[in-house]
C-alpha cells in the first residue's frame, strides 16, 4: 500500500510539471505571436539593414518567398522581444525544482542571461555579420555575381544571429550548474584545454566564413566568457 501511495504522488506530481510546462508554452507561445505582428511592423526596415550591413543584393526566386522572408523576420522580432519572458519561465521551472534558487539569486540570474543574450546578438550584427558576408562576397569577379535568395538570406542572418545570442549565455549556464551543485570549479577549471578546443570547434562552424579573423572575433569572447564564468562560479561559491 505504501510503495502504491508514493508512486501515485508521483505520478500526480509529473503530471502537475507537465500541466505547468504546457501553460508556459502557451503564454509564450501567445506571446511571441503578438509580438510577432507588431514585428511585422517593422520587418521591412529590419531585412534593410541585414542588407545594409552585408552589401548583399537579395532576390526572390518564387512568388512566395518575399512574404515568406517577411513572416521569417517577424517571427525572429516575436521571439527576441519575448525573450526576457521567456527566459523567466525558464528559470522559474528551475525553482520549483530547487526552492533555493527564488528570489534575488533567480532575479541577477534573469537580469545577467537577457543582457548577455542581446549582446550577443549586438556583436553579432555589429561585427561578425558584416565582416563574414563581406568576406564572401569579396569573392565576386566581373564574371561571377552573387545572387543571393532572399529566404536562404534570411535564414543565414538569423542562424548566426540566435546562435551568438545563445552562446554568450555560457557564463549564466556555467554558474547555474555550479549552483545546483551538478558540477564544481575545479572540474570546469580542469576543463581548460578541452574548452578551448571546443571553443574553436564550435567557432569554426559558427563564423560565416573560414579565415581566421573571424574566428578569433568568436573564439576569443567565447573563452573569456568561460573564463568569467569560473570567476562567477568562484564567487557563487563563497556566498
Not at 501515485?8 to 504546457?22: V, W
Request: glycine residues 10%; contains cysteine; positive net charge.
Amino acid at each position: 500500500m505504501k510503495t502504491s501511495s508514493r508512486v501515485a504522488i508521483n505520478m500526480k506530481r509529473i503530471l502537475n510539471g507537465m500541466d505547468t510546462i504546457r501553460h508556459s508554452l502557451i503564454r509564450i507561445g501567445l506571446l511571441v505571436l503578438l509580438l510577432s505582428v507588431g514585428g511585422y511592423l517593422v520587418a521591412g526596415r529590419i531585412l534593410g539593414y541585414l542588407q545594409k550591413a552585408t552589401g548583399a543584393h537579395i532576390v526572390a526566386y518564387g512568388l512566395p518567398d518575399a512574404f515568406i522572408g517577411y513572416i521569417s523576420v517577424s517571427l525572429a522580432i516575436g521571439l527576441a522581444a519575448a525573450l526576457p519572458f521567456i527566459l523567466y519561465e525558464m528559470l522559474v521551472m528551475v525553482s520549483r525544482q530547487f526552492p533555493e534558487f527564488s528570489g534575488r539569486m533567480r532575479l541577477g540570474f534573469w537580469l545577467a542571461s537577457v543582457a548577455l543574450f542581446y549582446l550577443g546578438v549586438f556583436f553579432c550584427l555589429s561585427i561578425t555579420l558584416p565582416y563574414g558576408s563581406r568576406f564572401l562576397l569579396d569573392f565576386e569577379t566581373d564574371r561571377i555575381k552573387a545572387v543571393i535568395s532572399v529566404r536562404k538570406f534570411i535564414d543565414f542572418c538569423l542562424v548566426f544571429t540566435y546562435g551568438f545570442g545563445l552562446i554568450f549565455e555560457l557564463p549564466v549556464a556555467m554558474l547555474l550548474l555550479g549552483k545546483l551543485g551538478l558540477v564544481t570549479v575545479e572540474k570546469m577549471a580542469g576543463f581548460r584545454r578541452y574548452a578551448i578546443l571546443a571553443i574553436t570547434v564550435v567557432s569554426a562552424i559558427l563564423t560565416p566564413t573560414p579565415d581566421i579573423f573571424n574566428l578569433v572575433l568568436m573564439a576569443v569572447p567565447l573563452y573569456l566568457l568561460f573564463e568569467v564564468g569560473i570567476i562567477g562560479m568562484r564567487i557563487g561559491r563563497k556566498r
